[in-house]
């Protein structure tokens, strides 16, 4: 069992957000004798699941419909309804991941290149004010 406090660190996330989707019933826990909140293994799934979620750029309410659909007995039109979430987050995620690879290989290609006018390979065509004369 973790504490709220260990369990935010476990997640890098604040303890005012745990509480929040505890509230919402987005993320389960029990109540330890003092009524505190203590997560465990099961909690932790459901919190990583949720992270992944997020980072996609689910909004709470989406991730809320996923996991309450989850929790739900299984049917085919659940499972259609749970597939077509993780579809769209999927894309999502991919299209993130391009954005991030462009990003990465202009950076590649801005170091390579102050690299070489640090090295006196070529000149410093970065100074805007040189544009202009």
């Known amino acids: 069992?973790?504490?709220?406090?260990?369990?935010?660190?476990?997640?890098?996330?604040?303890?005012?957000?745990?509480?929040?989707?505890?509230?919402?019933?987005?993320?389960?826990?029990?109540?330890?004798?003092?009524?505190?909140?203590?997560?465990?293994?099961?909690?932790a799934n459901w919190m990583k699941g949720i992270t992944y979620l997020k980072s996609c750029g689910t909004p709470i309410k989406d991730i809320k419909r996923y996991c309450d659909l989850c929790r739900l007995e299984e049917s085919r039109?659940?499972?259609?309804?749970?597939?077509?979430?993780?579809?769209?987050?999927?894309?999502?995620a991919h299209q993130k991941l391009a954005e991030a690879k462009a990003t990465a290989e202009y950076m590649d290609y801005k170091l390579k290149h102050y690299e070489e006018i640090l090295e006196g390979i070529i000149p410093d065509d970065m100074n805007p004010g040189r544009w202009h004369r």
């Open 77 to 92: 039109e659940n499972l259609l309804e749970r597939y077509r979430i993780i579809l769209k987050q999927h894309e999502q």
């Open 1 to 43: 069992m973790y504490t709220i406090r260990e369990f935010a660190k476990m997640f890098h996330t604040t303890e005012h957000t745990l509480r929040y989707y505890t509230d919402i019933g987005l993320l389960p826990c029990q109540r330890d004798a003092g009524n505190r909140r203590v997560f465990d293994e099961d909690s």
